[in-house]
C-alpha cells in the first residue's frame, strides 16, 4: 500500500497559539461558553484538521455540515439531538458526528476533548 500523502506528526500544544471563540451569540441556549482551541494538523487543501479543544459551562445550538471524531479527555457534556436522543460524554469516551447532525451541545463541567474534522 503507497500513501498518497506522507504522515504528518501533530504538533504540541506548547508550540501552538491558542485560539480563543464562543458560539455565535444567536446559537447560544444558556450560559456565556467561550471556546480556546489548538489546531495541531491542518491538511494542505483546509478541508481536514485535528487538534485540542476546550469549552467553558453553557449550552448552544449544533448544526454539523462536517465529520468530525472527538475523544473526550476530560470534563462532561450533553450533546443532544433534535429527534430527543442525548448523549452524556465523560473522560474516555470516544465518538463520531456525521454532517446533518443537529441538535444542542450542553458543557456541563469544562470539556476538553481531540478532535479531527473533514469538511465537505
Known amino acids: ?7 504528518s506528526l501533530l504538533a504540541e ?6 485560539e480563543a471563540g464562543a458560539p455565535a451569540a444567536e446559537r ?12 495541531g494538523y491542518e491538511s494542505p487543501d483546509g478541508k481536514r484538521f485535528a487538534g ?4 467553558t459551562p ?17 470534563g462532561e457534556s450533553i450533546v443532544a439531538h433534535d429527534d430527543g436522543r442525548s448523549w452524556t460524554l465523560k473522560a474516555g469516551d470516544r465518538f463520531v458526528i456525521e454532517p446533518g447532525f443537529q441538535g444542542s451541545w450542553t458543557v456541563v463541567a469544562a470539556t476538553t476533548k481531540r478532535y479531527v474534522v473533514v469538511l465537505p
Open 28 to 39: 447560544i441556549l444558556s450560559g456565556a461558553p467561550v471556546f480556546t482551541s489548538w489546531n
Open 58 to 74: 453553557g449550552s448552544w445550538r449544533i448544526v454539523y455540515d462536517e465529520w468530525e471524531y472527538c475523544e473526550i479527555l476530560e
Open 1 to 7: 500500500m503507497t500513501l498518497s500523502t506522507p504522515l
Open 13 to 18: 500544544l506548547d508550540g501552538i497559539t491558542p
Open 52 to 55: 485540542t479543544w476546550r469549552s
